[in-house]
């Protein structure tokens, strides 16, 4: 078998690999120094690498020296026999060293680190307990008048894509709080653009589920209303501004369909299977 000459063929780097053909290949993770991390094989190249068992030891190695992935086209049949023969030769870092993962982060951890980063921009509302039918709910409203980049809405999203890629059970999941309403701009206005940007602050309902409890966070019209009838409140141990009972009560009768069924908050509904000791507070 001829010996394939890796650094001369196609290649694309590792954070590119949804670059990648189609197609049946012997491929090669080359790191900047020229050094061949790994030799393998795939009947498709593309979808070969969309989950990729050493994505992680890589993407460490990509930190400081970039990786790349070099391929040549391949007969499927002869395919096992190619990559033994390369893996022999070029004696690649990774091949038969044990695969490493990232460490697993407890949902309560980056939960926690969201609650201490919003702490001052987020209100409970209340709670609605588990039943039958569903587990238990906890309601948190944001101001999301400032529409700007530092705006609630904003850092919350920049949070999220911060942590997307950490390896972690919890995640935010995001719906159409609704747009809102009023008069119809002319296309490319002023007042068009300020429209555009109110409504992407509005419009977020994000969900994100803990311990078995699950959170609601959506926009409020009266934020500043309820900052001076809150008491301070733990949710999975961090401290938040928490509407009182009175005020949730005057709420429910005000506006009986958001808030109908929702209790006030009295003690931490959060489990806490991780953070132990002192530094749950």
């Known amino acids: 078998m001829t010996l394939i000459n890796p650094f001369n063929l196609p290649s694309v780097y590792l954070s590119e690999t ?45 930190k400081n020296y970039p990786v790349r992935i ?13 990559e033994k023969y390369l893996i022999n030769n070029f004696q690649p870092l990774l091949n038969g060293r044990k695969v490493e993962l990232p460490a697993v982060i407890p949902s309560e951890v980056i939960l926690r680190d969201f609650l201490k980063v919003f702490s001052r921009r987020l209100i409970i509302i209340g709670i609605k307990y588990k039943n039958n039918t569903e587990l238990t709910n906890v309601y948190l409203k944001y101001d999301w008048t400032d529409c700007s980049p530092k705006g609630t809405a904003a850092r919350i999203k920049s949070f999220i894509r911060e942590n997307k890629d950490k390896n972690t059970s919890l995640k935010f999941k995001w719906h159409k709080y609704g747009r809102m309403r009023g008069i119809i701009f002319r296309p490319g206005s002023r007042e068009q653009k300020v429209n555009a940007r109110q409504n992407r602050s509005y419009n977020n309902h994000w969900q994100v ?3 078995g409890v699950i959170l609601h966070i959506t926009p409020s019209n009266n934020y500043k209303e309820f900052k001076s009838s809150t008491d301070s409140k733990e949710l999975a141990g961090i401290k938040l501004r928490t509407l009182t009972k009175v005020a949730l009560s005057e709420m429910s009768s005000k506006y009986p369909y958001e808030y109908s069924g929702i209790s006030c908050l009295e003690s931490d509904p959060i489990p806490l299977l991780w953070v132990i000791g002192s530094s749950t507070r």
């Open 70 to 82: 070099a391929w040549q086209a391949w007969n499927e049949s002869d395919l096992g026999e190619a």
């Open 209 to 211: 589920a803990c311990n």
């Open 18 to 62: 949804k670059n990648l053909p189609n197609c049946t290949a012997i491929y090669f993770a080359i790191d900047s120094q020229n050094r061949i991390l790994y030799v393998g094989q795939a009947t498709n190249l593309a979808s070969r690498w969309k989950n990729h068992h050493r994505q992680y030891q890589l993407e460490e190695i990509d």
